[in-house]
């Protein structure tokens, strides 16, 4: 059991969520972490992958896809 595992099941039950609801899978860790490091690299500012990860976060809890979002972070490290 790692870390986040406890934690996550902890902010599950403070949000009135089934822990399983926060649960990530292997792929879409991978995907938030390369996410994070573009966000990090590319603005050269560490602070900006948590925060673009919390903004993906809620768009995606809105509806929109990871996967799209993805591609959008993505563009922006080749320009």
Known sequence: ???LDPVT?????AA????????????VARE????ARI???ASGERINAPLLCYALGI???????????????????QS
Do not use: F
């Open 32 to 35: 938030i972490l390369d996410i």
């Open 59 to 77: 768009a995606v809890g809105r509806g929109a896809s990871l996967d799209d979002l993805a591609a959008v972070v993505r563009a922006t490290e």
């Open 9 to 13: 099941s902890a902010v599950a039950e």
């Open 16 to 27: 009135g969520l089934d822990p399983s609801d926060l649960q990530l899978s292997p792929e």
């Open 1 to 3: 059991m790692s870390w």
């Open 39 to 41: 966000a990090s690299h």
